[in-house]
């Protein structure tokens, strides 16, 4: 026994060298990978803060001294009313249908010049269908009871992007190959919204197949901020955010697959609600979800007024809002509330605007003395990454790459010879959609290790934040580490979305709530975000009085 454990001693202490050098070698390969990922750290935080630097100066020079035309003053005090409350004063027959869609149509003329939201109208068919509200309601057919369950936006006028299908109108996506297809039929949200007794009005403008966050397009060109021409709208939904916080419609429909509603609503200071995934119709939108990507594209209501969310909301849930649990009531004072003010230094992102994090405790505040609850600073490691996971779950989602979608999935565009065009001024297509094109290039396949490994981190970061939130709890986010930049800024911080994005993987309710102008003028915001059994509270009406702040004056007569 004791020549047995000589033996073992002499074998270990004779390969004790080799021993060392194995575990030498594997700490000096931790090592260098440890560095070349702190070298390589270092290296896009140098790039990027650089390129943020050099982007604020060059086009603050650019735009400094550029004209920033005001919108035209709202004449009149119907452009100042929830879609709700136009609705109850038309059931009431004290004002008519006809009068708030004429309304709607010359706010629309005046301000779209300057905005360049709206791309294709039915203002005709519109006023017909308005008369006809009018002589039913004169008729006395059904009684003001009847009229709002039945038809709860009964005469009122709504728009929604140029991505889903309108009977009659352009149906472009903003993609020069569709310039002169015509929708045959209404999508499903546009059906639910007209059984409702709401009157389609217009289709607003998008980004190249509504996959950039500027609205701006071949076909119809850029829209612009209604608080700042000179600024980005956002996107997809811009268009239609933009022409919300002109005064320019009651309320309208977006859809949002990486924060389509959320940003632009940010950006032009209204609110937007991205729903819980599966619960409205993405039907007859351009371009096609399929598979996984069904489940990360949302269809949803937007509006200047949180009181119009909900009830809208109610519509285009259709036969599925009975799982909603809309109507169980809520004690404010007794919900669990966290917030977090960025996701991290991740070098690829921008840092949170002072403006941001100001108006974000001024929140705080208002919870812990309106409400006597308590409020927590959360930290999620995991939402660092919040990039790269959208990334992976959007690439993995089993759609065709976003080239073949340039093409109408008839083939694929090569992007090197369109940008050789883009340079000579003969590209069908936008910068940025080659820019879209190019990034989702640079994903790795669904199969590959650092794939696998970002999909896991992001289920996992699910399971976290519902031990977190639970049933009772509320999160609230910037939606943007800065308020509306410049047009074309985007490109040079193309992943600043990842605050909104994250949330459509998820796949969890979340809104977008104004909080005033910054120091430039232009809205601030908060996102809401709750788990599914708290949906009522993810469309909030308690944070801080958030309001529609006008981006023009007001020269009403108190008389009319």
């Not at 073992?8 to 560095?35: D, G, R």
């Not at 005469?155 to 149906?171: N, Q």
């Not at 102008?517 to 308690?542: H, K, W």
């Given at each position: 026994?004791?020549?047995?454990?000589?033996?073992?001693?002499?074998?270990?202490?004779?390969?004790?060298?080799?021993?060392?050098?194995?575990?030498?070698?594997?700490?000096?390969?931790?090592?260098?990978?440890?560095?070349?990922?702190?070298?390589?750290?270092?290296f896009?935080?140098?790039?990027?803060?650089?390129?943020?630097?050099f982007?604020?100066?060059?086009?603050?020079?650019?735009?400094?001294?550029?004209?920033?035309?005001?919108l035209?003053?709202?004449?009149?005090?119907?452009?100042?009313e929830?879609a709700?409350?136009?609705?109850?004063?038309?059931?009431t027959?004290?004002?008519?249908?006809?009068e708030?869609?004429?309304?709607?149509?010359?706010?629309?003329?005046?301000?779209?010049?300057?905005?360049?939201?709206?791309?294709?109208?039915?203002?005709?068919?519109?006023?017909?269908?308005?008369?006809?509200?009018?002589?039913?309601?004169?008729?006395?057919?059904?009684?003001?009871?009847?009229?709002?369950?039945?038809?709860p936006?009964?005469?009122?006028?709504?728009?929604?992007?140029?991505?889903?299908?309108?009977?009659?109108?352009?149906?472009?996506?903003?993609?020069?190959?569709?310039?002169?297809?015509?929708?045959?039929?209404?999508?499903?949200?546009?059906?639910?919204?007209?059984?409702?007794?709401?009157?389609?009005?217009a289709?607003?403008?998008?980004?190249?197949?509504?996959?950039?966050w500027?609205s701006?397009?071949?076909?119809?060109?850029?829209?612009?901020?209604?608080?700042?021409?000179?600024?980005?709208?956002?996107?997809?939904?811009?268009?239609?955010a933009?022409?919300?916080?002109?005064?320019?419609?009651?309320?309208g429909?977006?859809?949002?697959?990486?924060?389509?509603?959320?940003?632009?609503?940010?950006?032009?200071?209204?609110?937007?609600?991205?729903?819980?995934?599966?619960?409205?119709?993405?039907?007859?939108?351009?371009?096609?979800?399929?598979?996984?990507?069904?489940?990360?594209?949302?269809?949803?209501?937007?509006?200047?007024?949180?009181?119009?969310?909900?009830?809208?909301?109610?519509?285009?849930?259709?036969?599925?809002?009975?799982?909603?649990?809309?109507?169980?009531?809520?004690?404010l004072?007794?919900?669990?509330?966290?917030?977090?003010?960025?996701?991290?230094?991740?070098?690829?992102?921008?840092?949170?605007?002072?403006?941001?994090?100001?108006?974000?405790?001024?929140?705080?505040?208002?919870?812990?003395?309106?409400?006597?609850?308590?409020?927590?600073?959360?930290?999620?490691?995991?939402?660092?990454h919040?990039?790269?996971?959208?990334?992976?779950?959007?690439?993995?989602?089993?759609?065709?790459?976003?080239?073949?979608e340039?093409?109408?999935?008839?083939?694929?565009?090569?992007l090197?010879?369109?940008?050789?065009?883009?340079?000579?001024?003969?590209?069908?297509?936008?910068?940025?959609?080659?820019?879209?094109?190019?990034?989702?290039?640079?994903?790795?396949?669904?199969?590959?290790?650092?794939?696998?490994?970002?999909?896991?981190?992001c289920?996992?970061?699910?399971?976290?934040?519902?031990?977190?939130?639970?049933?009772?709890?509320v999160?609230?986010?910037?939606?943007?580490?800065?308020?509306?930049?410049?047009?074309?800024?985007?490109?040079?911080?193309?992943?600043?979305?990842?605050?909104?994005?994250?949330?459509?993987?998820?796949?969890?309710?979340?809104?977008?709530?104004?909080?005033?102008?910054?120091?430039?003028?232009?809205?601030?915001?908060?996102?809401?975000?709750?788990?599914?059994?708290?949906?009522?509270?993810?469309?909030?009406?308690?944070?801080?009085?958030?309001?529609?702040?006008?981006?023009?004056?007001?020269?009403?007569?108190k008389?009319?």
């Open positions: 026994m004791c020549s047995d454990f000589t033996r073992s001693s002499k074998t270990f202490f004779l390969n004790l060298p080799y021993l060392v050098v194995m575990a030498t070698h594997k700490w000096c390969q931790e090592e260098k990978v440890k560095i070349l990922t702190w070298f390589v750290g270092l896009l935080n140098v790039l990027f803060r650089t390129t943020e630097i982007s604020n100066v060059i086009f603050w020079l650019v735009y400094r001294n550029k004209e920033k035309i005001r035209p003053a709202i004449d009149n005090s119907i452009l100042l929830s709700t409350c136009l609705a109850k004063k038309i059931r027959q004290e004002i008519t249908s006809e708030v869609v004429k309304t709607f149509i010359r706010r629309i003329k005046t301000v779209n010049p300057i905005i360049n939201c709206v791309v294709d109208n039915r203002f005709d068919l519109a006023l017909e269908e308005a008369r006809k509200v009018d002589q039913l309601l004169q008729s006395g057919q059904k009684d003001e009871e009847s009229l709002e369950i039945e038809t936006f009964l005469g009122v006028p709504f728009t929604i992007k140029d991505c889903f299908s309108v009977a009659g109108l352009h149906y472009t996506s903003g993609l020069v190959k569709r310039k002169d297809i015509i929708g045959k039929f209404d999508s499903d949200v546009v059906i639910l919204m007209k059984k409702a007794g709401a009157i389609m009005l289709i607003t403008n998008v980004p190249e197949m509504c996959m950039w500027e701006v397009n071949n076909v119809y060109g850029r829209s612009r901020n209604p608080y700042d021409v000179n600024r980005t709208v956002g996107g997809s939904s811009g268009g239609e933009g022409l919300l916080a002109a005064a320019g419609s009651p309320f429909i977006g859809s949002d697959i990486g924060g389509s509603i959320r940003l632009p609503a940010f950006f032009n200071g209204i609110f937007g609600h991205k729903p819980t995934s599966g619960i409205v119709s993405n039907h007859e939108q351009q371009p096609v979800a399929e598979k996984n990507l069904q489940t990360y594209l949302v269809t949803g209501p937007m509006s200047r007024f949180c009181s119009d969310l909900l009830p809208m909301y109610r519509v285009l849930a259709g036969d599925k809002v009975k799982q909603l649990k809309l109507d169980e009531k809520v004690s004072s007794k919900i669990r509330y966290f917030y977090m003010e960025h996701f991290g230094k991740n070098p690829l992102l921008s840092r949170v605007h002072p403006d941001l994090k100001k108006a974000q405790r001024k929140v705080v505040h208002h919870i812990r003395g309106t409400y006597n609850a308590s409020i927590q600073k959360l930290k999620l490691p995991l939402l660092y919040a990039m790269e996971m959208w990334s992976v779950k959007m690439t993995s989602a089993g759609n065709p790459p976003f080239v073949a340039l093409a109408m999935r008839k083939g694929q565009i090569s090197v010879v369109e940008f050789l065009k883009f340079c000579i001024g003969k590209c069908d297509h936008t910068l940025y959609a080659l820019a879209m094109g190019f990034l989702e290039k640079l994903c790795p396949p669904s199969s590959h290790p650092l794939s696998v490994k970002m999909s896991a981190m289920d996992e970061l699910r399971l976290q934040l519902q031990k977190v939130l639970g049933d009772d709890g999160l609230l986010v910037p939606p943007h580490p800065t308020a509306a930049i410049y047009h074309n800024q985007s490109l040079t911080r193309p992943f600043n979305f990842a605050y909104v994005a994250i949330f459509n993987v998820l796949g969890f309710p979340v809104t977008q709530v104004p909080l005033g102008l910054g120091s430039c003028g232009v809205p601030l915001g908060v996102q809401s975000f709750c788990e599914f059994a708290l949906q009522n509270l993810s469309l909030p009406l308690f944070l801080a009085r958030p309001i529609w702040h006008r981006p023009t004056n007001i020269i009403v007569d008389a009319q």
